[in-house]
């Protein structure tokens, strides 16, 4: 009986049918991408699709992105252990939405730039443009490699489908098709893979609210449950989520993800005009809305089915990211090649974060690093490199970065040493403290994990422990600042310390090598 624990289903053939598909599909969007621009090979086609792309079809390129199958899988548990506050994250994304289109966008896209990192030379210093580039591909490196890997284990628990082949598959088809289709083939594939995680969400609510009498129950039963109590205006930034470290610290660390973050900006100004990047952006807003939307009723209807039946506690499952696979294997194996739709979902997120991150990195490694040091190359073979690396870049610094984009834009004072310390700064406090936090996590007292039971299961296999940790002075304090707020720490770190370093040598600078912006009155 559905919701009262023990094992489950595992995959079935026609699961494995449509979950080809889907890999085959995304392959060939690629192959049809590479023919229909066989004739157009250069750099600003394979990395901009020729700066003709709508605002539409970039809009749910943006959105998938950074809809990774972490977040598929991550999303629901959220609201199946936490509750709706996640659903406030709706005010970050319009926030975000505005201040990039309106501030950001109009900067890259007249800079007529391929690399968001290019405007940190034009700034700064060319210095200053390695070490952001560098630290962008780190981070996307390591984002990358978690977001292939750890949706890949959940799913294997759970279904049964084979870890390594999976992993090698989705490698192997992210670099098939950004290879031969560049960032068209990318943003193409990403719409099949926006609508496949939409109709991924859609499945599970559905037969959620067939199987527990309509939405209205799921609904009450969220309400009982004390899912639904999403508005906390407590202060406190060391608690995980309230509404003011999601309206605060959510819109900052969402603004440097779109903002700055290459595989977003190179998306936007891939757009053939202005006003259909700054689109892009507003029509991103809502998909981010109905992504949310749908992952959080598809965590409320997970509760509602297993409110008297925690699979964790009874031993079902051995981490609540399983829990998703979990239900969908629960009430979906008896739809032949449905519970293979929801893993298709799962990794068309995956598929879609991983050949953004390859795209980007390509074209960060080619502008920033390459480029600058071989200004000879002709177009050819600026195409076959960009090719060549796209088969060799395989997979808390955003703040930072946020902070000296902001440096540069908003205040005339700060130079590139200024720049360099505050970034410096700003990385080593977020590193340290988002370190600690994964050393020492929060504890049930600042993430407020709501209350599960076993009452209804058949038989309870779980064991019932704790194990006591000696925790440092700053656990409870220090690593237990909100994650939404690394962000917003880092960036703020980096724009006090630049503006106080430069202030301190920009004399000295203006002496030496008389920059623009020593021609300030001030100087």
Not at 126 to 147: F, K
Not at 158 to 169: H, M, N, R
Not at 339 to 344: E, H, I, K, M, R
Request: glycine share 10%; hydrophobic share 45%; aromatic share 12%.
């Amino acid at each position: 009986m559905v919701g009262t624990g023990g094992p489950v289903a595992t995959f079935s053939v026609w699961d494995y049918v449509v979950f080809a598909g889907t890999i085959i599909g995304a392959a060939g969007i690629g192959l049809f991408q590479a023919i229909r621009t066989r004739k157009e090979s250069s750099s600003e086609e394979f990395l901009l699709g020729g700066r003709q792309m709508s605002a539409v079809p970039v809009a749910m390129s943006l959105t998938a992105s950074f809809m990774s199958g972490i977040t598929v899988i991550g999303t629901p548990t959220e609201a199946y252990r936490f509750g709706a506050a996640f659903w406030l994250f709706g005010f970050a994304y319009a926030i975000m939405s505005a201040i990039t289109a309106e501030i950001f966008v109009p900067l890259f896209y007249r800079l007529g730039i391929t690399s968001a990192y290019e405007y940190l030379e034009l700034r700064f210093s060319q210095p200053v443009r390695i070490i952001g580039t560098s630290m962008y591909i780190i981070q996307t490196a390591l984002y990358t490699g978690l977001v292939i890997y750890a949706p890949a284990l959940a799913l294997n628990q759970i279904t049964g489908l084979d870890l390594w082949g999976v992993l090698v598959a989705t490698g192997a088809v992210c670099i098939l098709y950004c290879t031969l289709g560049g960032l068209k083939a990318v943003i193409w594939t990403d719409v099949m893979q926006m609508v496949i995680m939409l109709a991924g969400f859609l499945a599970v609510i559905a037969r959620g609210a067939v199987l527990q009498g309509g939405l209205g129950k799921i609904w009450e039963d969220a309400g009982q449950g004390g899912r639904l109590e999403a508005f906390d205006f407590d202060p406190d930034p060391l608690k995980r989520h309230t509404f003011w470290t999601i309206v605060i610290g959510g819109s900052v660390m969402w603004v440097s993800i779109y903002s700055i973050n290459q595989s977003q900006v190179q998306r936007y100004i891939s757009c053939k005009t202005l006003g259909h990047a700054k689109m892009s952006l507003y029509v991103n807003m809502v998909g981010l809305w109905l992504t949310v939307s749908l992952a959080m009723l598809s965590g409320l209807t997970m509760y509602s089915i297993y409110k008297k039946c925690d699979p964790l506690l009874n031993g079902d499952i051995t981490t609540y990211d399983q829990l998703l696979p979990y239900l969908v294997m629960d009430i979906l194996a008896d739809y032949p090649g449905i519970p293979g739709l929801f893993v298709a979902a799962a990794y068309s997120g995956t598929l879609s974060t991983v050949s953004s991150s390859i795209n980007a990195l390509v074209a960060v490694t080619m502008e920033d690093l390459i480029a600058p040091v071989f200004k000879h190359l002709t177009q050819k073979q600026t195409s076959w490199l960009n090719m060549g690396l796209t088969l060799s870049v395989f997979g808390m610094i955003s703040g930072p970065l946020l902070g000296l984009y902001l440096l540069g834009m908003f205040f005339r004072t700060p130079n590139s040493i200024g720049g360099l310390v505050g970034m410096v700064v700003g990385l080593v406090l977020t590193l340290w403290v988002g370190i600690g936090a994964q050393v020492y996590p929060p504890t049930a007292e600042k993430t407020n994990p709501l209350p599960v039971s076993t009452a209804g299961c058949n038989n309870t296999m779980g064991e019932d422990y704790t194990t006591a940790t000696v925790r440092p002075p700053l656990a409870d304090s220090w690593y237990s600042l909100s994650y939404l707020y690394f962000s917003l720490l880092g960036t703020l770190i980096t724009v006090v310390t630049g503006l106080l370093v430069s202030m301190a040598t920009v004399k000295k600078i203006c002496r030496s090598r008389k920059p623009l912006y020593c021609q300030h009155p001030n100087n």
